[in-house]
């Protein structure tokens, strides 16, 4: 069984400019939540897809979006990065996608830095 | 405002001897309680977790504890083992959906 997957593992960008992560979810999953976690902090909600559809979304600008394929496997583009985006970008995968907790397996992250 | 809480940065143990992480939370809305490790490099994992219907799980050396009076959770490891020397992060989720709230984590270090 695959576990999640994350790239690249690392990237340097500047202000203005614009990014795309990607998340390759477990196997059997069908839903995707992403995570930012700043240095020194917790892992922050970004947003979750289930079934390719927005499922919830954290207090993020709309310069952070998303999409999900239909081989569950995700998209996070950021645009107009600023300077406080830098941070480790965690997605994670889960089965379900309904009010019940189902367990997030987390990737090993991607480390963005923007100058 | 932050819903979650883990006033303690840093703990350090020595090995063979009990740890104590603590958490606290403010949302009355959390249902469900986590405990996740992380290593460097590598992202969290799933440790243990409890519902906010019970007071106490216990995993082998991992038991989590829940005072939903005090809005407060524990996670004590005992024995403390070198190998769990990490990041312990706390998180909640709330009735509806699947998102989890962390708290900012403590960095455990278990000693020889």
């Known amino acids: 069984e695959t576990g999640v997957t994350q790239s690249p593992t690392h990237l340097i960008k500047t202000r203005g400019q614009q990014v795309t992560l990607r998340c390759s979810s477990q196997s059997g999953h069908n839903t995707v939540s992403w995570y930012q976690q700043a240095l020194g902090q917790g892992p922050q909600f970004i947003f979750q897809?289930?079934?390719?559809?927005?499922?919830g979304r954290g207090n993020f600008p709309p310069r952070f979006s998303g999409l999900q394929f239909p081989n569950y496997s995700s998209e996070l583009n950021v645009n107009a990065l600023e300077l406080d985006d830098s941070a480790l970008y965690l997605c994670?995968?889960?089965?379900?996608?309904?009010?019940?907790?189902?367990?997030?397996?987390f990737g090993p992250g991607t480390r963005l830095t923007v100058l | 405002d932050q819903q979650v809480k883990q006033n303690s940065p840093s703990l350090s143990v020595q090995e063979g001897r009990i740890s104590i992480l603590n958490c606290d939370y403010t949302n009355s809305m959390f249902d469900y309680f986590l405990w996740y490790k992380k290593y460097p490099a590598e992202g969290p994992t799933f440790l243990i977790s409890i519902s906010s219907i019970k007071d106490k799980n216990e995993d082998g050396r991992f038991t989590v504890f829940l005072n939903k009076s005090a809005k407060h959770l524990s996670l004590h490891i005992v024995p403390s083992q070198p190998g769990d020397s990490a990041v312990y992060f706390c998180a909640a989720k709330q009735y509806a959906g699947n998102m989890l709230t962390f708290g900012g984590g403590t960095r455990l270090m278990v000693k020889p």
């Open positions: 897809y289930y079934r390719e559809e927005e499922n």
């Open positions: 994670a995968s889960s089965s379900g996608g309904g009010s019940s907790y189902n367990e997030q397996f």
